[in-house]
């Protein structure tokens, strides 16, 4: 499941405060939240197959993950997941 853009789905609040942890630079230009998409309370939809997302809260791009250790490790790359992200760090580049 990919989300289009946050300011689609309105969920941008509530995944800020039901995150699991959060991370953002300086710039504004990367935050970055991951959640328990078990939770009961989980503002994004399980899968049925992973338990972990995590959630570029820019652009709206979302990945999920199976273990925790995994999702935290892609946490502060959005870039390598968020396809928004991508094609920013892609136009920075050329």
């Not at 946050?6 to 991951?34: N, P, Q």
């Amino acid at each position: 499941m990919e989300i289009s853009t946050a300011s689609d789905t309105g969920w941008e609040d509530t995944i800020s405060r039901k995150a699991v942890r959060k991370f953002h630079d300086h710039s504004a230009t990367k935050r970055v939240f991951l959640v328990d998409v078990h939770a009961d309370d989980s503002p994004i939809e399980d899968d049925g197959e992973h338990r972990w997302a995590t959630v570029c809260d820019v652009h709206g791009g979302l990945v999920y993950h199976s273990t925790l250790d995994d999702a935290r490790g892609w946490l502060f790359f959005p870039e390598e997941w968020c396809p928004y992200c991508q094609e920013l760090a892609a136009a920075r580049q050329a």
